[in-house]
């Protein structure tokens, strides 16, 4: 892999773990395991057979929790402790044969960009389960597995192109962070009012 590629395969798995982390393995792991692509050696270890069965059988219990509204929002809560490291990891192993020191760095911006996806996804999820219609939420999470797969292709076969649009969605998620929080922390404070005045109610004679 040349140097832009390999950057590309780096940042763009690091971010799409923080959306979905068993698309990108999987998806990684048949193209590694077909020989569609070459990975880098330090990547390898998603090829094994063992490793894209696990992952497949983790996005297929993800691509039906993550379409329920309430169980999705548990279900990111508990991958913050998993995509954010995961993304680390394979952002380290995906920039190839470099530098302690490169693939420090390379880890430590792929965890960045896992973190930024994750809480952006997150945060949109738990605003969208706000609205009363249903479908909405089935819609935004397979416009999201979609954006996964095809992030990950684009990072492989189309590198230059993958890096400019990766900017374009670190800017966005940039200006959309802080409004997704205040949102967030809408919703908790109206859910915290709520409880106190039921309190109340219940202590009143």
């Not at 832009?4 to 799409?16: P, T």
């Not at 020989?35 to 992952?55: F, K, Y």
């Not at 430590?108 to 706000?130: D, E, F, P, Q």
Request: net charge negative.
């Amino acid at each position: 892999m040349s140097v832009v590629e390999s950057i590309a395969l780096s940042l763009g798995a690091g971010w799409a773990s923080g959306v979905n982390l068993y698309a990108v393995v999987f998806t990684l792991g048949i193209l590694g395991a077909t020989n569609a692509i070459n990975l880098p050696p330090e990547l390898q270890l998603v090829t094994e057979p063992a490793v894209i069965v696990i992952a497949g059988a983790m996005y297929f219990i993800e691509f039906f929790a993550d379409k329920v509204p309430g169980l999705d929002s548990t279900w990111d809560a508990l991958h913050t402790f998993i995509r954010i490291p995961a993304g680390a990891v394979l952002a380290s192993s995906a920039i190839g044969d470099v530098s302690p020191a490169a693939e420090l760095a390379a880890g430590l911006v792929g965890g960045s960009l896992a973190a930024g996806a994750h809480a952006t996804k997150a945060g949109s999820r738990l605003l969208i389960n706000t609205s009363p219609e249903p479908f909405s939420n089935f819609f935004v999470s397979v416009l999201e597995d979609i954006a996964v797969v095809t992030g990950v292709l684009a990072s492989l076969y189309h590198p230059e192109i993958f890096l400019i649009v990766l900017v374009l969605i670190v800017l966005l998620m940039i200006k959309l962070l802080p409004m997704l929080w205040r949102g967030v922390k809408g919703i908790f404070q109206t859910l915290g009012g709520l409880f106190s005045r039921k309190k109340v109610n219940v202590q009143v004679p």
